[in-house]
């Protein structure tokens, strides 16, 4: 489990595709304080395990599933990350939980500057939109942020001057494409709403025609 607290900004710099998967190294500074073979490191938001360990530079298996889902097939030698280490069992608490199993990806529409913050557009997919509430959380790119406003197809969150320098966010331009993480608390409840409703849904109630009915009442 993650925080959205993004720890370090690391650095791609090594790429190996398979036909459908791929393997990445990923440098950084902060992280490798006390990172261990198997520990999970968030990248991009991004839950993976660190498969191999040489100096600063992990390394990381990427499944297709989780390139279908995200923006990591995109990374390229050079590209920057956000990284965050699973959250100690004593650690503070500051962002809101994140499992670092993305939903889906938006798209950057619009930046704009309003004195000390960056207002950031993202266009997302309905089934992502329909677990967004306004003042609620979300995680972008790994980032824990609060959503501050919502469309139909859109939402908005405020970036800080500290957010923007600590994370890879504000580096980025419309068009470009980032992960997204559902609050989880929200996923659970919407499963839990709708669990067995197909099955409990009343049977559509019987006209009472059928061919026989009409057969007996002379009507054929």
Sequence with gaps: MFTGIIEEIGTIKTVRNGSVSARIGISGSKI???????????????????????????????MAETLRRSNLGELRSGSRVNLERAMAAGGRFGGHIVSGHIDGTGTITDMKREENAVWVTVRAPASIIRLIVEKGSIAIDGISLTVADLGTDYFKVSIIPHTGEETILLSKKPGDVVNLENDVIGKYVERLMNFGAEEAAPAPRSSGLSLEMLAENGFI
């Design 32 to 62: 490798f304080s006390d990172l261990q073979l198997g520990d999970s490191v968030a990248v991009n938001g991004v839950c993976l395990t660190a498969a191999a360990i040489q100096g600063n530079v992990f390394e990381a298996d990427v």
